[in-house]
């Protein structure tokens, strides 16, 4: 059975900071890309930053030079420091486990709050 479970959520204040860890189970965790996803209210989900297998990063230009992944294939975990947060930055927060077609696997979200 593939879980990914998220944590590391809460209210922060503008600028601050959080870390979101997704640990991952039931997969072969270094074969898959791991992405992490946020759906605001209102909005469509919308992709955050994803690291590939083989470590290659990609990032929404939102978070560009403030969000950070990262991933560590020995604990199974992949990491998202959230840096210089903003109020847009309120969402849910997903992690996403993507192999090829037919393996890809969501956890249940985590809820960030930016506000003062």
């Known amino acids: 059975q593939v879980q990914l479970v998220e944590s590391g959520g809460g209210l922060v204040q503008p600028g601050g900071s959080l870390r979101l860890p997704c640990a991952a189970s039931?997969?072969?965790?270094?074969?898959?890309?791991m992405g992490w996803y946020r759906q605001a209210p209102g909005k469509q989900r919308e992709l955050v930053a994803v690291?590939?297998?083989?470590?290659?990063?990609n990032y929404a230009d939102s978070v560009k030079g403030r969000f950070t992944i990262s991933r560590d294939n020995a604990k199974n975990t992949v990491y998202l420091q959230m840096n210089s947060l903003k109020p847009e930055d309120t969402a849910v927060y997903y992690c996403?486990?993507?192999?090829?077609?037919?393996?890809?696997?969501w956890g249940q979200g985590t809820q960030v709050t930016v506000s003062s």
């Open positions: 996403n486990a993507a192999f090829k077609a037919g393996f890809s696997f």
């Open positions: 039931g997969i072969i965790f270094s074969i898959y890309a």
């Open positions: 690291i590939t297998s083989d470590g290659s990063t």
